[in-house]
């Protein structure tokens, strides 16, 4: 049997070496001395095709010695999982995935992406062999540029390929232009943080020129530069790279920009998102939330829209460990009628407060709340609109001496508080305070304050009296003088 018919059969590549064991010699056992050790390549051979480089376009694998191209199939590949692929093909970082139609069927190895980054080679997770379709996979790596030991797709250590070599950049060699540059062409957004040491050293030898860019270049091996004069490079000074989030995300259909369906922009499109598979929670919600710098997420749920329209779909798993919800997208083209809604804390509504008398007793309604007469029994309720289950209402009550709280759980998004026939001592500000607790989090809204005045029918009606007298005795003294300064000065005739 030939070396190149065994590694065929264990599906592995062709044959990069053959020879004996260094252990053999020739005092060993005849039978040992004809052993050979026989290195195959990497049965994970791929390769990306059509595209502007040998690091963009339909993505092929080579399985039983055939090349065919991957079908996402109901997988949803993701930024994630095309970075493994990127890796495999020596090529940069991961800059796009999508599933694209061709306009004929043809064979195809149907690849599930959940086990992509977790398995050692792509064999292990092929779910059929036999499958023809008109999609197919296409991926974007970066040609020369990568960040390394990252904390996401999109920071990291900056390293440079020339010559089918990897090397880290110095931190003197790159400025904010450089910078601008290399986030572009990864496909993130603009520089936030660029400084040596940021994401561990290395001995490596560095690359030797500086980059002197405009800011406006597709690529960084497109600036210009002179050599450095180095190879090597000072302790702390390898540099690291943070971008901006590729993240354009929003929540719309709600007042609040902390609240709504959440919509993502790609492209100059903006589409809803749809949960691939299941996961999708109040966890994943707080990803949004933290992203649009709106607090902590207290619901989400699946919503259903009139129409059928353009969505992405977004698999919640990913979520929660990728460093950008543009790395968890499926970017095929898909038509749906559902939504994601998300509600973060900033949008917590505040709570109505009313009040209500009972019918054997006077109350008059003023600007900042009510007046009443003592003895008559009245009630204040705290509601809020239905946007959150459960909950609590503390009612609020303080004087000019003391301050008072009851607290109630929320019934039908409302709480009743029932007092007795009202006393002088009831005579306040009130106020509703909602309070809500989800994910080990506590939030909490305030209403309007309202006043209460309390007051004695007899003392009132006393009061009311000397006031009617009052004035009746100032209007008949301001008649009595103006009357007797009208006579003194009419003429008398004699």
Known sequence: MSAETLCRQLDCGSVLSLGRPESSSRTDPPSYSRNLQITCSDPDEVRSVG????????????????WRPVDPFYYSWTLKDAAVICRRLDCGSAVSTRQREESSCRPVWVIDSDCVESKSTLKECVVTE?????????ITCSDSVRLVNRTGLCSGRLEVKSDQRWSPVCEEDLDLQGAQVVCRELGCGAPSVFKGGMFGEVEAPFWTRDFRCKGNESALLDCGGSGSGRNTCSPGKAVGLSCESPDYIRLVGEPSRCAGTLEMKDVEEWKPLVEWGSGWDQRSAAVVCTILKCGSAVSTRAV??????PVWWIRAPCVQ???????????GLYYNYEGLEVICSDSLLKPNITFSFSTDG???????????LIGTSFNITCSIK??????DFQLIFSDSVTTQSYTLTAV???????FPPATQSHGGQYSCVYHLHVLSHNFSSESQTLSLTVGDPLRDLIIRCVVLIGGLLIYDTALYCYYKVKTRQIPRDY
């Open 362 to 372: 006077v109350s008059e309604a003023m600007p900042q709340g009510f007046q009443a």
């Open 304 to 309: 259903k829209h009139e129409n059928r329209r």
């Open 51 to 66: 595209g502007s480089s040998t690091c963009s376009g339909r993505l092929e694998w080579k399985h039983h010695g055939e």
């Open 130 to 138: 036999d499958q023809s379709t008109f999609s197919v996979l296409e």
């Open 321 to 331: 460990t990728a460093s950008s919800l543009f790395q968890c997208l499926n970017h």
């Open 412 to 418: 039908n998004h409302s709480a009743h508080f029932l």
């Open 386 to 391: 239905p946007q959150y289950e459960g909950g």
